[in-house]
Nanobody
Framework: QVQLVESGGDLVQAGGTLRLSCAASGPIISINVMHWYRQAQGKQRELVATVRNDGSTNYADFVKGRFTIYRDNSKDTVFLQMNRLKPEDTAVYYC??????????????WGQGTQVTVSS
């Protein structure tokens, strides 16, 4: 069973920093693209950042210049370094990964989410 487990969410003051981690485990053959999404209370889930297995990245405009996504392929882990946090960054952050398993299946998996709260 493939699992994605996020960690690193916390309560932080505006202007602060956090680093989120998401570790994949299970019968993994390869991981293609990995994403971070977020969902604020009462709002739809939105894409924050993407990293491909070649290291190339994309960011939503609202985090460009503040957040950095990167991955450690040797540990099947993706990170989100969040700097200059704003109260509007408050949300549950989810990782999503496209994974090929040893059973020959390839699909997207979600983590359980980690809460980030930014106080003003």
């Amino acid at each position: 069973q493939v699992q994605l487990v996020e960690s690193g969410g916390d309560l932080v003051q505006a202007g602060g920093t956090l680093r989120l981690s998401c570790a994949a485990s299970g019968p993994i053959i390869s991981i293609n693209v990995m994403h971070w999404y977020r969902q604020a209370q009462g709002k739809q889930r939105e894409l924050v950042a993407t990293v491909r297995n070649d290291g190339s990245t994309n960011y939503a405009d609202f985090v460009k210049g503040r957040f950095t996504i990167y991955r450690d392929n040797s540990k099947d882990t993706v990170f989100l370094q969040m700097n200059r946090l704003k109260p509007e960054d408050t949300a549950v952050y989810y990782c999503n990964a496209n994974i090929r398993t040893s059973f020959g299946l390839q699909r997207n998996y979600w983590g359980q989410g980690t809460q980030v709260t930014v106080s003003s």
